[in-house]
């Protein structure tokens, strides 16, 4: 080692010692993994090497703190001030040079030494490789017993967490005492201002032995105090008449009454047992306040119907009589005049439950197809590498069919070399022909196409060809190659002229049932389109037929495939509205995934129940051919099922500060809750604000909606922080099918701009729903 090493690892060492003297207990523990090898390893850290290009490419050293909830890392940066991320902002870890950094910037070699950590939001990936596969291997599997540690916790759990992880770190000195300065530091890392002459009394009321500080049961006795919720202890109180707790049947007149649950005597004891933690309570099988609490932290008191929450629906329907999660210019992370492609775009759709992503396919200059966006600056990615990835993602979120829509702009040659990918790479995931030995005359169902990978996109002749040898060589230009013209049209200023295009062979026998024709009229359609073609239409040609046509818009989709895409006018990525789609039936509504926006937790909400799996069967009266159902004009039918929607808000719990950088900005609370559905349906509502509380703001504040057709609706939740002077921001929302929720009373977790959960935050509401 040269001397210039000598002092770097010495400095690194020095630096690191110092971040550790401040670290206080000494040893971390989590619940279920004392004494875990992987854990002592993780906390006692490592030497690791962050890889950023070819020529950045440096060692630094990285340890799980004490809390069992932070990572810290070495940085040589003077004016960085927080060297360490959390565990809750981890999406996944991710084993090998599975990422597009590593791929290009590592050799194969090293593939087992290699490790990427994917974090949730826009954050960049964390490539990083260790001395040793076994280093490796301790690593990621240390990282993944944390994560899952905590994506376990219940919502009670995470809050318990969240506020003891402050309270740690308004200790300054670590000396596991709060003084009275370090308490009002406190309460603002909550979220709550109070006045001193307040956080004097709440201190003097807790420090009972005079001391000037809060330590042991007198911190335990302020946690208490700071955690009491009044709504909880009045529903608590109204139904604890057993010796002042819950017993089992208590706890079954609370769940009919109020929660219009059925119940048996054997579920409620199971639950008392399941989750009373009180151990004298549990042999006499009550439920105290405690367990009760628990209750709502549990699928059984959140919002969402857990019946929902895995595959529920019938999946032996045609494929065109489901919503299908879907993905426009899947390649981009960001805006599609000069951002990046890349194949962590698929990757990040694919795990979301997109089941039908795009690709834009280009001549490469060395004979290789190139995946970006036409006519603009975003950069390139070779076709291969983005195949490649779809087979290693295509189906872990879901098991259901993916859709590859090809917009292809390649020569004959290219072409070739992409059915020569798709092939060789996906293998026998491809569908290459129709399901079985006859010429089928409607499409399959998901359950029939689990695990396979479909192709759209121009097809050479008809689908009976792929039981003969049938071919043609020249083809017109098809709709999804108008995208990549309309982004030239309004570069230039000029109409782009209609082009033809030759098309391989080897590519046009890949599409199956998901052959692209150019769309006329629903008449043309009826008559002429065979059930395996499909017609894409940009957003506000499907406007207009969803505002003037909706009936036969509908009716066109009960057998037909129709995919929606936004204008190229939208250069910023930003989305359109997708539910006046799903209202007329249309299934494959694509979205830019890479944008956080409302359009995106719409999407997210409907794809929502059902595993999450990116299919959502269409309610009966969208497949009946007999239904004459008009999204716009609602006449009596069994769509119409009209109830007057009760929503009261009550309360609030660990709302984020949006303002970390500033210990004394606390956010003013508001909740918007919205419903999304048929235009007769559509409405808004929102509670006042409160000011300087995210902590446990109360609002008690009840809303009425009309909702005529439930099964096409969804309601909203938005919480704001209020501005008098600006736009409010955005601080959680959670989006579901009125169909999916509970009712009574129930949690309601809050998800971040890009729909990750906010690990401690939630909404306490009341549901009922009255038929009209």
């Given amino acids: 080692m040269s001397a210039e090493e000598t002092a770097e690892t010495k400095t690194r060492d020095f630096k690191e010692n110092e971040e550790n003297k401040k670290a206080a207990p000494k040893k971390g523990k989590l619940a279920g993994l004392e004494g875990d090898v992987d854990l002592q390893f993780l906390l006692q850290g490592g030497e690791l090497t962050k890889v950023k290009s070819d020529s950045w490419q440096k060692k630094r050293f990285y340890r799980l703190q004490e809390d069992c909830e932070t990572m810290w890392h070495e940085s040589n940066k003077i004016f960085k001030k927080n060297n360490t991320f959390s565990i809750d902002d981890i999406d996944s870890v991710r084993q090998g040079r599975g990422s597009e950094g590593l791929q290009k910037y590592t050799d194969d070699s090293s593939e087992e030494c290699c490790f990427s950590i994917i974090f949730k939001g826009k954050r960049k990936n964390l490539d990083l490789m260790a001395s040793s596969p076994e280093e490796a291997k301790l690593w990621v599997s240390g990282l993944e017993k944390v994560i899952t540690h905590m994506d376990n916790l219940n919502s009670q759990q995470k809050s318990e967490h969240w506020i003891i992880s402050c309270m740690r770190k308004a200790d300054k000195n670590g000396d596991n005492r709060m003084t009275l300065k370090e308490l009002k530091h406190f ?69 009919k009454t109020e929660q219009m649950e059925s119940w048996s005597v054997e579920d409620a004891e199971k639950f008392i047992e399941k989750y009373e933690p009180d151990q004298t309570a549990k042999q006499k099988k009550h439920l105290t306040k405690d367990g009760f609490l628990r209750y709502f932290s549990q699928k059984e008191g959140s919002i969402l119907n857990p019946a929902h929450q895995p595959v529920y629906q019938d999946m032996s329907q045609p494929l065109n009589h489901y919503f299908i999660s879907s993905s426009h210019n899947t390649y981009l992370m960001e805006d599609q005049l000069k951002g990046p492609s890349s194949t962590e775009a698929y990757i990040r759709a694919l795990s979301k439950g997109c089941r039908c992503v795009e690709l834009d396919i280009w001549d490469g200059p060395d004979g290789k197809p190139l995946i970006y966006h036409g006519h603009t600056l975003t950069s390139k990615v070779l076709f291969e590498d983005v195949i490649k990835a779809i087979k290693d993602y295509a189906f872990k979120a879901s098991e259901y069919p993916v859709i590859l829509s090809l917009e292809n702009h ?328 009125v169909t999916s929720m509970q009712y009574g009373y129930r949690r309601v977790p809050l998800l971040t701009k890009s729909g990750g959960v906010i690990p401690s935050a939630g909404l306490f509401v009341h549901i009922m729903a009255l038929d009209v």
């Fill in 187 to 255: 309460l603002r890392q909550i979220n709550i201002e109070v006045d001193d002459t307040h956080a004097t009394m709440l201190f003097e009321k807790c420090d009972t032995s005079r001391s000037g500080t809060l330590e042991g049961d007198e911190i335990k006795q302020f946690y208490e105090l700071l955690t009491y919720r009044e709504e909880i202890e009045v529903i608590y109180g109204k139904y604890a008449l057993t010796e002042g707790q819950m017993s089992a049947a208590d706890l079954l007149k609370f769940l």
């Fill in 410 to 737: 390649c020569s004959v040659e290219q072409q070739k070399l992409m059915a020569h990918y798709m092939t060789s790479i996906l293998g026998s995931a491809l569908l290459t022909q129709p399901l079985g030995n006859e010429m089928p005359n409607a499409l399959p169902s998901p359950q029939e196409l689990k695990g396979r990978i479909l192709v759209k996109g121009k097809r050479l002749n008809k689908l009976d060809a792929a039981f003969n040898n049938n071919n043609t060589e020249e083809v017109d230009s098809v709709s999804e190659e108008d995208e990549a013209a309309e982004v030239k049209e309004i570069d230039q200023k000029t109409k782009p002229k209609k082009s033809k295009i030759k098309l391989a062979k080897e590519l046009s026998d890949l599409v199956i049932y998901c052959k692209s024709v150019h769309f006329n009229s629903f008449e043309h359609a009826r008559e002429k389109q065979a059930f395996y073609e499909m017609a894409s239409f940009k957003e506000s040609k499907a406007k207009h037929l969803a505002d003037n046509s909706a009936s036969a818009f509908v009716h066109h989709n009960m057998d037909k495939l129709s995919r929606i895409y936004p204008a190229g006018s939208r250069t910023d990525s930003s989305n359109y509205n997708p539910v006046p789609m799903w209202n007329a039936g249309c299934q494959i509504v694509a979205l830019n995934f890479q944008t956080p926006c409302k359009q995106m937790d719409l999407n997210q909400g409907r794809f929502l129940p059902n595993g999450k799996c990116g299919y959502i069967l269409k309610p009966e009266f969208m497949r009946n051919p007999d239904s004459q159902f008009d999204p716009n004009n609602l006449t009596k039918g069994p769509w119409l099922q009209r109830k007057t929607l009760h929503i009261m808000v009550i309360s609030a719990q660990q709302l984020p500060k949006l303002n970390k950088d500033k210990p004394k900005s606390i956010v003013d609370p508001l909740v918007r809750v919205e419903i999304c559905g048929v235009a007769a349906d559509r409405a808004s509502q929102q509670t006042p604000h409160i000011n300087n509380n995210g902590f446990n703001p109360t609002w008690n504040k009840n809303f009425q909606f009309t909702i005529n057709v439930p099964e096409l609706a969804m309601v909203r939740f938005e919480v704001e922080d209020y501005d008098a002077a600006s736009a409010n921001d955005f601080i959680g929302q959670y989006t579901l099918p």
